[in-house]
DNA sequence: GTGTTATCGGGAATCGTTCCCATTATGCCA
DNA sequence: TGGCATAATGGGAACGATTCCCGATAACAC
């Protein structure tokens, strides 16, 4: 993103769902599946449904309490990234695991900006992910 | 990707859809989806069936002919990158029309290797793209 | 030509995600 | 504290992109 960065919280409901979810995505600093983290919930005896868990990962976001990664097959997965005042940041994700280190790097922001500008791009964000093996994973 | 830059091509037969898909791509140099060639080629009164788009579009990832963006929304969209033999590079895409611009950030590459090898990350790719409106979407 | 076999294509199946809507539960106010 | 307005829930249907399956078709070699 790179205008509307306000990330005006709306007055919400406390329910024990969303709770649920928030916690099973603090549990772990991997990026999870809207999937893995139903199952999760279901498995620890949780009533909870689906949509609730995609309804609750999209507040996060919206509220900037998370942050998404779109996975090359398509998946988008979730984790709770400090708060919405954290600045920006990339990861390094595990392939493996999921686990992922925040990252920060002024230079590419910057770069890329200016690669937008020089070729008359407005209204600019950008993506950058790096993907590898963890060294846990890599034994 | 990093490793196996080999892009070994197997014989393949030539036919008539693998050709038009080719083309449809070859005509404009915007990131076009699966669905879009496909309603394309048969616009055109062109014979061929989606499974087919859908096999030769991967055969072009695969043969190196061709560059994958999964757009935030999921969808995968595929363009024609020069030959097998050009040099890694990342996009500038427009977000509305899909217009591509083809960057190059050496920067970017040695950082990130550098960041991934500082928390003990191997096997490391990674995907950094560029989103924004084109000059002409602008108005 | 003829035969072998890669390729095609259409429809079924999969998979993640969103939508719909009757039911439930939260927060506010009297 | 009781009651109400309405946000939140959840289960199943709907959806859209992609993959799978497999009998029919067409390339290429001899």
Known sequence: MSLMATTQQVKRRATNQG???KEA????????SAQDVYATL???????????VYRHLQIFVDDGLADVIHKPDGESTYRLCGDASTTHHHHLVC?????AVEIEGPAVETWADKVAAQNGFTDV?????????CAACAA
């Open 25 to 32: 995505l603090a549990a772990e600093d991997t990026f999870r």
């Open 95 to 99: 392939r493996s695991c999921g686990k």
């Open 42 to 52: 279901r498995a620890n005896g949780e009533k909870i449904g689906l949509s609730t």
């Open 19 to 21: 709770a649920a979810v």
């Open 125 to 133: 964000n950008h993506t950058v992910e790096i993907f590898g093996l």
